[in-house]
């Protein structure tokens, strides 16, 4: 499987992007259980993660002080300033 992941820190100074292909197999003991009725869970398999691409992106001054202040701040207008960022982000990491 194929993922993307985003990640923005507590400094406010960057956006991490990775892509990643996550492929898994089931362990051998569970390969050899007779029960096949038995419950498969996420600790029966092996995971092999490969990184394909990672990035820190760097926002600009003026982007961290409005990330900072909307995190920051407790008022109802901060959810606005949040909404707005949400998308305003969005077009920032496409590159």
């Not at 992106?57 to 409005?66: A, E, F, H, I, L």
């Amino acid at each position: 499987m194929r993922v993307i992941g985003l990640n923005s820190g507590t400094s406010f100074d960057s956006i991490d992007v990775g892509i990643f292909d996550i492929t898994d197999s089931l362990k051998q003991n569970r390969k050899n259980d007779k029960n096949s009725q038995a419950q498969e869970y996420a600790s029966d398999y092996d995971y092999q993660i490969k990184t394909l691409y990672f990035e820190s992106v760097q926002y600009q001054d003026s982007m961290k002080q409005r990330i900072k202040k909307a995190v920051e701040s407790t008022s109802a207008s901060s959810f606005r300033e949040f909404c707005l960022l949400n998308f305003e982000l969005g077009f920032f990491c496409h590159f």
